[in-house]
Structure formats: C-alpha cells, structure tokens
C-alpha cells in the first residue's frame, strides 16, 4: 500500500456514510487508480523531488561535514547561537502577547463606542429629537463652563509660577 495514498484513503472511509456508494466508488476508481491523472502527477512530482535531492545530497554533504566538525571543535558557537536562538523566541512570544493585548484593548474600546452610540440614540429616541438638542446643549454648556474654568486655574498657576521663577533670576519661559 502506498503511504502517500493513505490520506486519500482516509478521507473516502470518512465520507462513507455521507457520499452515495457509486460516488465514493467513481472516486476511488479515480483517485486511487494508478492509471488515474491524479497518481501520475504524483508520480512525476516524487521523482522530481527524488532527482533535485539526489543531486543536492553530494553538494550538500561535505558543507554539513564542515558545519559539524566546527561546531564540534568550538562549542561557544552553538550557546551562542542557543542564546541567541532563545532571545529570538522571547521576543516573538512578547510580540504575539502584545498582539493579544491590543487586540482585546481594540476590541473593548470599539465595544464602548458602539455601546456609547447605542446609548445616544436611545437617549434621542426617547426623548425626542428637540429636548436630545436642549439637553445636549445644556450639558455641553456646563463642560465647557467646567473646562474653562480648569484652564483659567491652570493659567493662573502657571503665570504665578514665572513670576517666581522670575524673582529668583531664572528666565526659562519668557513669552516675547
């Protein structure tokens, strides 16, 4: 039995009680026949690969000779290259836990935002579309009266703060 006809096999047998019997028969005579166009190009694909190795194994052999006998000789080489090899590693089990990471930070974000938009247009449908405006425009009012009120307190500080730095003689952020 051929082992590359195996999985062929295998998936026939699997189909068995689901495909009709003269479909399973017709593909068995068509897949698994050596006549069949199917086994022919596997047979040629095989020998091409069976040619490309047996003209690669002499060019090859003496190259992993010398690449053994080195590593033999001088085992720094090869923890350095398992270092190397387990840094490569870390940094790619980092990179798909951050991809992880922002995946979900996306993902609940969107869901915010999509809940967000819900939330609004539930908010315009109950109320109405004119008492929705009064009220945003309320509420903006007073966000903005806040934040206003926070920069003003801010700038405040921050001209007290030059004039300070001013005193002890430290004219950084001098406004022309």
């Known amino acids: 039995m051929d082992p ?4 062929i096999e295998w998936a026939l047998q699997l189909l068995t009680g689901v495909v009709p ?3 399973l028969s017709l593909a068995r ?3 698994l026949s050596p006549d069949s ?5 596997k047979r040629h694909i095989m020998s091409t690969i069976e040619a490309f190795i047996s003209t690669l194994i ?3 052999q003496p190259l992993v000779e010398r690449l053994t006998a080195y590593i033999y000789a001088s085992p720094d ?3 350095l290259a398992g270092v190397l090899l387990m840094l490569v590693m870390v940094l790619q089990v980092l990179s798909w836990m951050r991809r992880v990471l922002m995946f979900f930070t996306r993902l ?6 999509w809940a967000g938009m819900a939330a609004v247009a539930s908010w315009v449908y109950r ?3 004119e008492q929705s405006a009064r009220d945003a425009t309320f509420w903006l009012g007073r966000a903005s009266g806040y934040g206003l009120g926070i920069w003003n307190f801010f700038m405040t500080e921050w001209q007290r703060y030059e004039a300070q730095d001013k005193a002890r003689g430290h004219a950084k952020y001098d406004r022309a």
């Not at 590359?4 to 999985?7: A, E, G, I, K």
């Not at 609940?108 to 935002?113: E, K, P, Q, S």
């Open 108 to 113: 609940a974000f969107t869901l915010v935002f």
């Open 127 to 129: 109320r109405g579309v």
């Open 21 to 23: 019997d003269p479909y």
């Open 77 to 79: 080489v090869v923890i």
């Open 4 to 7: 590359f006809n195996l999985p």
């Open 37 to 41: 166009s199917i086994q022919s190009l």
């Open 58 to 60: 002499p060019i090859m």
């Open 29 to 31: 005579q068509h897949l």
